[in-house]
């Protein structure tokens, strides 16, 4: 699982906001769900609402690069 470092860095990138909140929002469920948190808030449509509540238009691109950032460490682990 990507670092919160690692998302506000491709957020960064990408907007020029490291949108922070945005993704403490998104992964607020680690917390009581371990590894299993992304049943929670890791869909494009969640992402996006979370993103906008928090950081406006980049937090909507932040938060659906975070599922996408997500989406492809877990996938590139599984086939290491």
């Not at 990507?2 to 929002?25: F, N, Q, W």
């Not at 937090?59 to 975070?66: E, T």
Request: glycine residues 6%; positive net charge; contains cysteine.
């Amino acid at each position: 699982m990507p670092s919160r470092e690692v998302h506000r860095l491709i957020s960064k990138i990408i907007t020029g906001y490291d949108c922070d909140k945005t993704h403490a929002a998104i992964d607020l469920p680690f917390r009581y769900l371990g590894r299993e948190h992304r049943i929670l808030f890791h869909d494009p449509v969640s992402a996006a609402v979370i993103g906008y509540l928090c950081d406006r238009e980049q937090g909507v691109v932040s938060g659906i690069a975070h599922i996408v950032t997500d989406y492809i460490v877990s996938k590139l682990r599984k086939s290491i």
